[in-house]
Nanobody, 122 residues
Framework: QVQLVESGGGLVQAGGSLRLSCAASGRTFSTYVMGWFRQAPGKEREFVAAISRSTYYADSVKGRFTVSRDNAKNTVYLQMNSLKPEDTAVYYC??????????????????WGPGTQVTVSS
């Protein structure tokens, strides 16, 4: 069982920055694929970014968001710069523990955090 807890969400003006953190339990965190997803009201949950030994980004955030991890702290981060109102959503981190290949599919991830709200005002 892997537990995930996100933090760092909040309200920010367009053009601003936020850094989300996701703390994970588990002795083999360094082997997990860690993903970030988001869900806006009335929309499906969508892929944002993921990291294993490499990184992958959705086109909508490429060049603005950066995913990183600190395996010593069992933590993954999402640095979000140049935020836009359309980035407003609940952001979730997720762990894929058995297959060490990045996926953009929600169903590929085994564990999820409760989410943190990010609101970008115009």
């Amino acid at each position: 069982q892997v537990q995930l807890v996100e933090s760092g969400g909040g309200l920010v003006q367009a053009g601003g920055s936020l850094r989300l953190s996701c703390a994970a339990s588990g002795r083999t965190f360094s082997t997990y694929v860690m993903g970030w997803f988001r869900q806006a009201p009335g929309k499906e949950r969508e892929f944002v970014a993921a990291i294993s030994r490499s990184t992958y980004y959705a086109d909508s955030v490429k060049g603005r968001f950066t995913v990183s991890r600190d395996n010593a702290k069992n933590t993954v981060y999402l640095q979000m710069n140049s935020l836009k109102p359309e980035d407003t959503a609940v952001y979730y981190c997720a762990a894929r523990v058995n297959i060490v290949v990045i996926s953009t599919r929600v169903s590929a991830y085994d564990y999820w955090g409760p989410g943190t709200q990010v609101t970008v005002s115009s």
